[in-house]
């Protein structure tokens, strides 16, 4: 299976519809996937999608504390997702063996989150410092670190992110809002895989 540089980001699904949704995203492509603790029971739709998938990275977002890291392990999941650069969260996501992307801006926060050791950087809002802001920090970034443009990046301008120097993206609600079908879900699922294997191809 072709593991390609997105996270899915479900915010406001329900455990009811995330097996399904789950399962969607992965036959289209997408392997990663994150579940905000801003959901509605998120812990448990973490589990469902574990459960109801093979070879994908299932875990949260909006993780802000060291104990909702502990949670996300016990849910089963591998991946935490910040909006912040919070070492200790970091450092807790890291010792549990899962993978550890927060969000960062400035050159400041890159390299604490670098220094905490991070997985990747998940630029955010990417919409308020632009490709030209990210292809200057990048100047200065490890160059084996991956970076994603989270907020502000999707199928129209994933080129421009690319040629600054972003590796990967985030993808909300261009991919999920509360009410979708399963089968919508698929279908902008496709379309997104589609515009960014005509990136990276």
Not at 29 to 45: C, K, Y
Not at 170 to 198: H, K, M, Q, S, W
Request: charged fraction near 15%; include cysteine.
């Amino acid at each position: 299976m072709t593991h390609r540089n997105l996270i899915a980001i479900l915010r406001g699904i329900t455990p009811a519809e995330a097996a399904t949704a789950a399962q969607a995203l992965v036959q289209a492509g997408i392997t990663r996937i994150e579940v905000p603790l801003n959901s509605p029971d998120p812990f448990a739709s973490i589990t469902a999608m574990v459960k109801a998938t093979e070879d994908a990275e299932i875990g949260a977002g909006t993780v802000l504390t060291v104990e909702d890291v502990g949670r996300v392990k016990a849910a089963g999941g591998s991946l935490v997702v910040s909006p912040n650069c919070d070492p200790d969260v970091i450092c807790a996501t890291r010792a549990q063996g899962m993978a550890s992307w927060p969000g960062v801006m400035t050159p400041t926060e890159c390299f604490a989150a670098i220094k905490a050791g991070a997985t990747g950087l998940k630029l955010f809002p990417g919409s308020l410092i632009g490709p030209e802001g990210l292809k200057a920090i990048r100047a200065v970034l490890p160059k084996d670190l991956p970076v994603y443009a989270v907020g502000g990046a999707g199928p129209a301008n994933f080129a421009d992110w690319a040629k600054a120097g972003a590796n990967g993206f985030g993808i909300g609600t261009a991919l999920y809002t509360p009410g979708l079908t399963t089968a919508e879900i698929a279908t902008r699922a496709t379309e997104i895989v589609a515009a960014y294997d005509r990136v990276f191809p």
